[in-house]
């Protein structure tokens, strides 16, 4: 099936082909061969050789030590998939369960006071209630995304095992020497933005900053502290009454929050980073080694690469790409939602004239603005990435000989007419370059809602100001 008009698309005819494929028996015999040929010049899989587990493993343990990954064994020097775990009674999995509950009942109690506002005033327009659900909504995604990483966490695992006797599989391949490097340079410039972006969010909370003579007036006499508590978290000090312990825990919550948030895109962009790699290295070996040459007659012999070779490895990478969608895809359709979400409510609020505005709300706005820009382009050029690759082996097979052209070669190229091959969003998108026009399209067309049904200058101030999140970085 072919993608529809309207955006969705089924993966099963590429099913067929991959699994009618990889059921001939020539095609078998040269994964053998393949796989030995593999394993006596690469006998060991670490980051050096561009191991995909060895590479990100750095970030796996970070993400442990916010509570995101309940995996065993990741502090271990040995780099054997097979010894890492996972149980629900364990402490990895208890810890995490901890911060999910915390998460939830934070979540509540936001839904709860944007009820108990609205119900109050009989609803509003759109602007006013889209900055009532900032917090609300932020913390239901964090808390999602605690849940996904808890119950597919044994889905990792068999990913990960999986990767490994792929790269093992495959007949061309070269080694991704730069994995290693690209994961750290993109989650540490990605947490340095984040980390300083929620540290001036956190400021504005403060009573450094000061806000109208009316909400002053009731913080006269609190200390530092419960000011935060009352200005960051109004729906908790509705219900609860302020408490150090409390205050202290919501801003250390806040904090692993928004670290969560951003760990769900930094790992959706190393994994299309790795992908895209063994894409590309399929194309550009094919080039090398089987389009018409003075010395390709030679080559073939020495090295025995086919095009039904070729082929294999294509179907072989389709089908661990089918693995990875199908654990990310729910985790991508989660992340542009929130994403495109607060992206407009940032420009909304940059657009939109707010009086007695400091200077260090007006940085902290672009700032965070420019942050989610930044995570959301890396995170779609580097999954777009992947459908152009994996469609590029057809500029090749245009370049294969006629006394080469076999009936492997020809199911190839009617597989890849059967649709996009890339990463989707529970099957509603598949991220290609086109579809980022898409994204900018629907974030103009939301913010000119928001802009026509706009509350007044003074009105906006006090709802930026009451929302449980009065910036997106920090609750």
């Not at 993400?63 to 009674?89: A, H, Q, Y």
């Not at 911060?99 to 506002?117: G, H, V, W």
């Not at 777009?384 to 006394?403: D, G, L, R, T």
Request: net charge positive; proline share 4%.
């Amino acid at each position: 099936m072919k993608k529809s008009s309207n955006g969705f698309h089924a993966p099963a005819p590429r099913l067929f082909y991959i699994q009618e494929a990889l059921n001939t028996t020539g095609l078998k015999s040269n994964m053998k061969s393949g796989t030995t040929r593999l394993m006596q010049e690469n006998p060991s899989e670490t980051a050096e050789n561009g191991d995909f587990y060895s590479c990100i493993r750095p970030l796996l343990r970070f993400g442990k030590i916010l509570g995101l990954i309940p995996v065993g064994n990741l502090w271990s020097d040995s780099v054997d998939v097979e010894k890492l775990g996972f149980r629900w009674k364990s402490y990895p999995a208890a810890i995490s369960v901890l911060i999910t509950l915390i998460l939830s009942i934070n979540a509540l109690f936001s839904f709860l006071d944007l009820f108990r506002r609205f119900a109050g005033k009989g609803g509003g327009n759109a602007t006013e209630l889209a900055f009532a659900a900032k917090g609300p909504l932020f913390y239901l995604t964090v808390l999602l995304i605690y849940l996904f990483f808890l119950l597919k966490a044994k889905t990792m695992l068999k990913l990960f095992t999986t990767w490994r006797k792929v790269s093992n599989e495959l007949n061309l391949r070269v080694v991704d020497e730069t994995l290693a490097r690209s994961v750290k340079v993109l989650a540490t410039v990605i947490y340095v933005s984040a980390s300083l972006d929620f540290v001036a969010s956190s400021l504005t909370q403060f009573p450094i900053i000061e806000r109208t003579s009316t909400q002053n007036g009731k913080e006269h006499g609190f200390t530092p502290l419960e000011t935060y508590y009352n200005r960051s978290h109004p729906f908790w000090a509705f219900y609860i009454p302020f408490h150090p312990i409390v205050a202290v825990i919501l801003l250390i919550c806040s904090l692993v929050s928004v670290l969560a948030w951003n760990y769900a895109d930094v790992i959706t962009i190393v994994f299309s980073r790795a992908l895209y790699f063994k894409f590309k290295t399929l194309v550009e070996e094919t080039e090398k080694r089987l389009i018409p040459s003075e010395e390709k007659h030679q080559f073939q012999k020495l090295h025995g690469i086919t095009w039904t070779e070729v082929r294999r490895d294509h179907l072989t990478l389709c089908k661990l790409l089918d693995d990875v969608e199908a654990f990310l895809s729910p985790l991508i359709f989660l992340s542009y939602s929130i994403n495109i979400f607060f992206i407009c409510l940032q420009l909304h609020q940059g657009l939109t004239p707010v009086p007695d505005r400091t200077i260090l709300d007006s940085v902290d706005s672009a700032w965070t603005f420019l942050h989610l820009i930044f995570r959301l382009t890396m995170m779609s050029l580097t999954a777009s990435k992947i459908n152009e690759y994996a469609h590029q082996i057809a500029s090749s097979i245009q370049k294969c000989s006629s006394s080469e052209y076999c009936k492997e070669v020809e199911r190839l190229e009617r597989m890849l007419g059967t649709g996009p091959l890339g990463l989707s969003g529970l099957g509603c998108f598949v991220i290609t370059r086109a579809f980022m026009l898409v994204v900018i399209s629907v974030i103009f067309t939301m913010e000119i809602v928001l802009l026509q049904t706009s509350a007044t200058g003074s009105t906006t101030v006090a709802l930026q100001k009451e929302s449980p999140l009065s910036k997106t970085s920090n609750p």
